[in-house]
């Protein structure tokens, strides 16, 4: 393969690792309720009904994170293009934040009105971002990343019921 097809071929690669968690928060939005509802029935049997959410609220929290997610991402691909080891750092780091905080809200908002998340969230943005960094190196794991929404959800799931005790 020639220089030119490998730097494509990398390039590619990169750009594809990078918007795998847009990919996976829209996933995540829009189509993992019965994975929460399963995690909730097995672990937290007393919590009762969960809010309701409007449609339009969850999509609009999904296209907000993954625009933000698509715009970061994008522009730390030349990190990944020309320092691969510090690209591959801050992606973990960045991507800890952005999953931390929409998986958390996602959470959260079930049983919490907005204000009231966002307040829990902020209190403990360092304990959610750290919880962040782990689904964002699930994400970067073949094949356990195709399994990363579900995981991810599960996990801060757990982690919103232990943060709202504290």
Do not use: K
Not at 126 to 153: D, E, H, K, Q, Y
């Amino acid at each position: 393969m020639a220089a030119g097809g490998r730097g494509a071929a990398v390039a590619a690669f990169a750009a594809a690792a990078m918007l795998f968690p847009a990919a996976a928060a829209a996933l995540q939005g829009l189509f993992l309720e019965s994975a929460v509802r399963a995690v909730e029935a097995r672990h937290y049997p007393n919590l009762g009904a969960p809010n309701a959410q409007a449609w339009s609220e969850t999509l609009r929290q999904t296209l907000f994170f993954v625009g933000a997610a698509l715009g970061l991402n994008l522009l730390l691909l030349p990190v990944w293009l020309f320092v691969p080891p510090l690209g591959l750092l801050l992606f973990w780091l960045l991507n800890g934040w952005l999953c931390g905080r929409e998986y958390f809200e996602a959470a959260a908002l079930r049983r919490l009105d907005a204000e009231a998340a966002r307040v829990l969230r902020r209190r403990h943005a360092f304990r959610i971002w750290l919880s962040g960094i782990v689904v964002a190196w699930l994400m970067t794991v073949p094949f356990v990343n195709l399994a990363a929404p579900a995981l991810g959800t599960a996990f801060m799931l757990h982690r919103f019921e232990r943060l709202r005790t504290l």
